[in-house]
């Protein structure tokens, strides 16, 4: 029997569609702030992590409250930092400019932000370096533009294999006339190094080439010439699955005849994990001021933000970027931010107005309805990731079944100590949720497991009250 507490659904084969209200909630604030940096999002379900100017803060119930407010970094000015969730920890990257050059540290969490290690410093610093790092499993990797006198500088690549504890030397992978600054990026199995790199000696004009290695690092391929010469601002890249990846610029000409700094946001995008790319695609909607462009992708889908003077702006493609929507203006007379896909919705953090000065926000955009069911058996048995993770008190385990059977669904402490049995018992094929009460158990680590039969698997979750 399963207890009364408990809330067991088997999710019916002719489930209908359960709708949710669609479009923008209201704004929620976050906190008051002297903005530097680009503000970072990360969502996984329905806890949402926000990093700016080097603090940290998280909510655990799809943004409608905040918690645990951390500054990571004290010491400079933080001159860009980036966040990054992989498994069940976060990587923050912080960039300070402290003599003699701008200096990488690296931070870890592995409780979802709770507590934190570090910093540890990245390899590389002077005062004609530009450094960009990221993050996948247990290596740290780290791209560098070393620049000089005469405006030539060389691409310098080094990967630490234990989270930044150790680094070797690196070594230099191409030079270049004017580089300008790295973008580095793991996606598919490959390493990408984008970066902005002056054009046959001109001072005002760029285009963006795109370094690329397969083998850790190992070999590079060079391609050059990605955009027509332009004046870059700032770009971004990012990626969904099955080789689908896009970068976004803004093409920025200061003094316009018009009298404001004239500027545009374009993507191009690659369906094969980037040996051949789209042409730029102008996705703005004005001439003045689009600065700041960031982009999130799932499946085919695309989203693109950016900063003008019209506000906080974005816009969104369902087909990989052949047709855009309209342009949103998701805050009015607000500054540069992000924006991160997830479980279906689109999450943003902005700069907005608060009370004579600056505060940070969050806004959420859901579809305008959510498949529950879609009449198909599963083919396997399968253990969902428990919904929300982190959560405080209660949360849905969700799993599927191929064949009828028997079936345990168990909790385990962090020292393999049965909390509670969730169902014992046969249950036919489909799908099922089921909502665990943790009651009287204190914050930790825990670990459900699904038997069905002689296949059993297991995840892991944290309980923080």
């Not at 929620?28 to 999002?41: A, R």
């Not at 933000?305 to 990989?320: E, K, P, Q, T, Y």
């Not at 669904?409 to 169902?423: A, K, M, Q, S, Y």
């Not at 009460?437 to 944290?462: C, H, I, K, N, W």
Request: hydrophobic share 35%.
């Amino acid at each position: 029997m399963i207890k009364k507490s408990l809330i067991f659904i088997f999710l019916s084969l002719f489930a209908l569609p359960a709708t949710v209200p669609a479009g923008w909630q209201s704004p929620v604030f976050i906190d008051s702030t002297e903005y530097i940096t680009y503000p970072q999002i990360e969502a996984r379900n329905d806890s949402i992590y926000v990093m700016w100017d080097g603090y940290f803060i998280r909510s655990l119930d799809g943004g409608a409250t905040w918690r645990d407010f951390c500054r990571l970094a004290v010491d400079g000015g933080i001159e860009s930092d980036a966040l990054k969730i992989e498994g069940d920890s976060i990587t923050a990257i912080l960039q300070s400019n402290m003599p003699p050059g701008p200096i990488e540290r690296l931070y870890f969490s592995s409780d979802f932000g709770l507590t934190w290690q570090g910093p540890r410093q990245t390899w590389g610093y002077g005062s004609y370096a530009n450094l960009s790092a990221c993050r996948r499993g247990t290596s740290i990797y780290q791209a560098v533009i070393e620049t000089y006198i005469d405006d030539r500088g060389e691409v310098l690549f080094v990967k630490s294999d234990d989270f930044g504890l150790t680094w070797p030397y690196p070594r230099t992978i191409h030079w270049y006339d004017q580089p300008g600054y790295p973008n580095i990026y793991k996606f598919f199995d490959k390493i990408f190094i984008l970066s902005e790199v002056g054009y046959q000696g001109s001072l005002h004009l760029f285009t963006i080439q795109l370094l690329t290695s397969t083998d850790e690092g190992g070999s590079w391929t060079n391609r050059d010439s990605l955009t027509p010469p332009v004046s870059i601002w700032d770009l971004g890249m990012d990626a969904s699955t099955d080789g689908r990846i896009a970068f976004v610029y803004d093409d920025w000409w200061p003094d316009d005849p018009g009298g404001e700094d004239s500027s545009r946001v374009y993507i191009s995008v690659s369906s094969d994990s980037g040996s051949t790319w789209s042409s730029p695609i102008d996705i703005s909607d004005t001439t003045f001021a689009n600065r700041k462009p960031h982009l999130a992708m799932s499946g085919d889908t695309i989203a693109a933000c950016w900063f003008s003077n019209r506000g906080f702006i974005l816009r969104r493609s369902h087909d990989l970027g052949l047709t855009w929507q309209d342009v949103e203006i998701i805050s009015a007379n607000s500054g540069i931010g992000d924006i991160d896909w997830s479980n279906g919705k689109l999450h943003a953090v902005y700069l907005g107005a608060y009370n004579g000065g600056a505060g940070l926000f969050y806004r959420c955009w859901e579809p305008d309805e959510q498949a529950v069911g879609d009449g198909v058996l599963p083919t396997a048995l399968s253990l969902s990731p428990n919904y929300p993770n982190p959560f405080n008190s209660h949360t849905t385990i969700s799993f599927s079944l191929a064949k009828p059977g028997d079936v345990a669904l168990e909790i385990f402490d962090i020292l393999g100590r049965r909390v509670e049995t969730l169902h014992q018992g046969r249950l036919a094929a489909g799908e099922y949720s089921v909502k665990w009460d943790a009651g009287e158990a204190p914050s930790g680590v825990y670990f459900y497991r699904l038997r069905a039969g002689d296949t059993e698997q297991t995840r892991r979750m944290l309980l923080v009250k």
